[in-house]
């Protein structure tokens, strides 16, 4: 009978925003912060694996932590068996250099990467090769960019002022003033995982292709009119 104990760190939820008598006609931005729960370690009979995570991050806006390291010990022998370390870095926006709230709100131009994993073996042993990680290197937009195709992915069209499409391939005027929502693969690819070299010398390429869409059937349109209560 194998019991393991899991411990995690406490979480808080703060609600900033609107006032609960703001009046009818204002207008606010109603935002919830969350500091999540994470796993701390995880302990049975004879062993205990320790995840360590340090606080500072740059692409949450709180609370955030970042994994640096997940370390295991057993039958209660000093210092650790084995130890993996994560070695990570940010993938800054490619809007980050001319836009003034890149310092107020670092958290909407940065994504953390993991590059590598060093597995250490006890006593520090460090001759084991790492895990190593590589990405497509075209540049992401801000967070909170509308430049977004159909199914969420970064498209290029960073003229696009609403997230309403402006035209659909049933109904070409669909809304005047609308975003432009076409996929455009050399765009939705941006910072997509591409490699993974293992400590064996190998690696494996991974290749994508974009979504197919097709309408046999044109989307009726529906109307209704309400009037009265009962």
Not at 23 to 29: D, E, G, K, L, T
Not at 129 to 148: G, H, Q, V
Not at 165 to 180: I, K, M, R
Not at 203 to 225: K, L, M
Request: glycine share 10%; hydrophobic share 30%; charged share 20%.
């Amino acid at each position: 009978d194998v019991r393991e104990i899991a411990r995690l760190q406490g979480a808080t939820v703060v609600d900033v925003g609107c006032s609960s008598v703001a009046p009818v006609h204002s207008n606010c931005i109603n935002t919830l912060q969350v500091d999540g729960i994470h796993l701390t370690e995880i302990v049975g009979i004879q062993e205990k694996i320790e995840f360590k995570s340090i606080d500072s991050r740059l692409d949450v806006t709180r609370g955030g932590v970042r994994l640096q390291a997940i370390e295991k010990y057993s039958g209660g022998l000093p210092g650790y068996l084995k130890r993996f370390e994560l070695v990570q870095n940010y993938m800054l926006s490619n809007q980050f250099h001319n836009n003034s709230s890149f310092n107020t709100s670092p958290y909407r131009y940065h994504r953390l990467q993991l590059l590598e994993v060093k597995e250490v073996g006890a006593g520090n042993d460090r001759s084991i090769p790492s895990y190593r990680f590589e990405y497509e290197d075209t540049s992401l937009p801000e967070r909170l960019s509308r430049a977004r195709d159909f199914w969420g992915y970064y498209n290029g069209k960073s003229s696009n002022q609403s997230l309403i499409p402006a035209s659909l391939p049933t109904n070409l005027n669909f809304y005047t003033g609308g975003g432009d929502r076409t996929a455009d693969a050399n765009y939705s690819k941006a910072g997509v995982l591409e490699k993974i070299t293992y400590p064996t010398g190998g690696h494996t390429f991974f290749e994508y292709e974009g979504h197919e869409r097709a309408f046999d059937t044109p989307i009726q349109e529906v109307q209704s009119n309400i009037s009265g209560a009962s």
